[in-house]
């Protein structure tokens, strides 16, 4: 079949006289929520679960309330579950503590299983216990059934008051369900009050490996903490002393969250990364108070309250978070605190001026839904909807243009969220989502449509309200993602779908710039022990290394096919992408002009042959180019495992006039550009 819409062999014209406005490293962002395994068994390096005794130590199967956080694991009693109590008076953090009754020598105490350990790997962790006198305890770690497979810390001299005691730890064997037991004997009691454990090589709190990892990624900036989970978040729950720090119950994810990692522990974690804060306030079930002071805990002085409190909690020097968001997706039924917009204005309003109080020079991210966003996700509403789909501008389901009408002097981003539909289109007769059997060409452009579909919108309202262009907004899409999220595997189709996605960002650089992949730890693979990158991973590391920041106009032959949706709700007016049909093309010179890259994406399944024009450039002879590529689109990298796939780096000499890309690829090229003698 011929690859151009007229027959002719694809072509492409890159013109590097046409400049865009430079990319902003902030595009490369990623999302970070308190939920699932982000932090808790993922990049915090805690192992223990419900370390802070949230359910009662028993036998029983179900957890109530009901806990949906993905790798969690029980405490069990060791003996029967009447040789303990879970005591409200004995509650070192929380409600309650799992109380002992010592039997003389038969073991009675608690244990968990489960634990990710390692051949002589360390383990470093603290316990609280109180007792009686004649309370003697046995910490064990435990890699296997023999008598000699574990190593006991012995701990007495217990008193009715909580003592923390250190733990240090050495697994001799590896094994995926390894325990902790702590049990006791003697007379009298044991008390329980709070125990942790982690890899000794921590940094911080935080898991190296891992860290390792995302330092690679230079990502500019992170959202935290969230995501729906937010709107029911307490940031003083967060602070000060780790282990007295309550759980709570998430009422948006249906979870528990420990607090562990907090306000304190996030700057932590930028700070590692080498990458910008971007705290989301509270606006759901919080209010501007609170909000304003967290911006004095993050950014006050000294002569503040919570700069004093920050202080006290061993950070004399403010942050100086400058981004912070008001709110996350408050258009939703699902958020909790949600209410109409009309309300929502005077809230933001609101939130702004309390935090602008504190910091005048803070920058702020509105929580926005152009039509596109509220008419993908009225699906998750409860009905009767509101209006016939999709929505239209300057109606109450236009969260932005209401925001955009009534907020403008408080807003500096806006945000955006899209989590396109991979195998389903929005059928507009039908009123809903239906699947659709199409190709897996059209299946990635989905999520560069939905970034159209945002500019769009963009354009729209600086028609409808022309003083927008006298501000200096731009837009967020500050939750992003694409791709098959139906496995547990992430295959490859996200990887193409991250590429294409940047590439739409690149286009519209003026309009965009600001980003925040959902979410960070999808561009690792990762286990309890180990880590590697993702394909989206090697995408993201690869784009924010080698593709440059000045973008150039790329032309072709061949335009992009319009895919099955609906305008207005999953799909622009115009298509996403370069005219190179199936191939999907961005261009970019490094910020000091030196050099030319041409990212590619293929994603058929057969080899693209195109013809390559450059304009306005000498380019030198030598180049290079880099490869992700795969042979199955269900390819994926595993933690522990030998990489399937890698990023490919290869030399060549001659200025092409002709690339081959291979199928189920994102292919680089970096070309010198010549200097005058």
């Not at 005077?346 to 939130?351: P, S």
Request: aromatic share 10%; hydrophobic share 35%; charged share 25%.
């Amino acid at each position: 079949m011929p690859a151009s819409a007229e027959g002719q062999p694809l072509s492409m014209t890159i013109d590097a006289g046409r400049k865009g406005a430079p990319i902003h490293r902030y595009v490369y962002g990623q999302f970070t929520e308190l939920l699932h395994n982000l932090f808790e068994k993922g990049v915090w390096a805690e192992m223990l679960s419900d370390r802070k005794f949230f359910y009662p130590v028993d036998s029983s199967e179900e957890l109530v309330p009901e806990n949906r956080k993905r790798n969690f694991n029980w405490w069990r009693p060791v003996g029967p579950d009447s040789s303990l109590v879970m005591d409200r008076g004995r509650a070192f953090v929380g409600e309650h503590a799992p109380v002992v009754q010592l039997v003389m020598e038969t073991p009675r105490g608690i244990t968990q299983s489960g634990l990710s350990l390692r051949k002589d790997r360390k383990y470093t962790g603290r316990i609280a216990l109180a007792g009686g006198p004649e309370a003697r305890v046995q910490v064990s770690l435990i890699w296997d059934e023999g008598p000699n497979d574990r190593q006991t810390i012995a701990i007495s001299s217990l008193s009715h008051e909580y003592t923390k005691f250190p733990l240090n730890l050495t697994s001799k064997a590896d094994t995926e369900n390894g325990r902790l037991e702590i049990v006791g004997t003697g007379e009298g009691f044991l008390a329980i009050g709070v125990a942790s454990l982690m890899p000794s090589d921590n940094l911080d709190g935080f898991r190296a490996d891992m860290i390792t990892l995302l330092k690679g990624l230079d990502s500019g900036i992170y959202r935290w903490p969230g995501g729906n989970f937010v709107s029911n978040y307490d940031w003083r729950d967060g602070v000060g002393d780790r282990d007295k720090r309550p759980p709570r119950y998430d009422y948006a994810w249906h979870t528990v969250e420990y607090n562990d990692v907090g306000t304190d522990e996030f700057m932590t974690l930028c700070r590692l990364l080498i990458i910008d804060p971007f705290i989301c306030v509270n606006a759901g079930l919080g209010d501007a108070h609170s909000a304003a002071q967290w911006v004095e805990y993050t950014n006050g002085s000294l002569s503040t309250p919570m700069g004093r409190w920050r202080a006290a909690n061993g950070h004399e020097e403010p942050y100086d978070v400058k981004w912070w968001g008001v709110g996350n997706e408050m258009y939703g039924q699902w958020q909790k605190g949600h209410m109409y917009i009309d309300h929502f204005v005077l809230k933001h309003n609101m939130f702004v001026q309390a935090m602008r109080g504190v910091d005048p020079s803070i920058k702020i991210v509105a929580s926005g839904a152009t039509p596109f966003e509220t008419s993908t996700t009225v699906r998750h509403h409860r009905p009767p909807l509101p209006a016939k789909l999709p929505f239209s501008y300057g109606t109450p389901q236009d969260w932005s243009g209401n925001l955009l009408e009534h907020c403008s002097d408080n807003i500096n981003y806006l945000s955006e969220h899209l989590y396109p539909v991979f195998d389903s289109a929005f059928d507009v007769d039908e009123q809903r989502f239906v699947p659709v059997l199409d190709s897996l060409i059209d299946r990635v452009r989905r999520t560069p449509n939905r970034i159209r579909c945002a500019v769009e919108a963009w354009e729209e309202y600086l028609k409808r309200m022309p003083h927008l262009k006298e501000k200096e907004i731009t837009l967020a899409i500050d939750e992003w993602t694409g791709g098959n999220r139906s496995g547990e595997r992430r295959d490859f189709s996200r990887a193409l779908c991250a590429a294409e996605g940047l590439h739409e960002m690149f286009r519209h650089s003026d309009v965009i710039t600001m980003g925040a992949y959902t979410a960070f730890t999808g561009c690792l693979d990762y286990n309890g022990s180990e880590s590697c990158y993702s394909s989206t991973g090697l995408v993201f590391h690869l784009y924010r290394h080698r593709f440059g920041t000045i973008p150039v106009e790329v032309t072709g032959n061949s335009p992009q096919r319009s895919v099955a949706g609906t305008f207005g709700v999953d799909k622009p007016t115009i298509s996403s992408g370069s005219d190179t049909y199936p191939l999907d093309v961005s261009a970019a010179l490094s910020h000091d002009e030196e050099t030319l890259t041409v990212a590619i994406v293929n994603p058929a399944g057969s080899f693209e042959k195109i013809d390559v024009t450059f304009k306005n450039i000498e380019l030198q002879e030598e180049n290079r180019s880099w490869n992700i590529s795969v042979t199955d689109i269900q390819n994926s990298n595993i933690a522990g495992e030998k990489q399937e796939i890698n990023i490919m780096e290869s030399r060549s000499n001659g200025l092409p006039n002709k690339l081959t890309i291979t199928p189920l690829c994102v292919s680089l090229y970096e070309f010198k550009v010549k200097t005058s003698p």
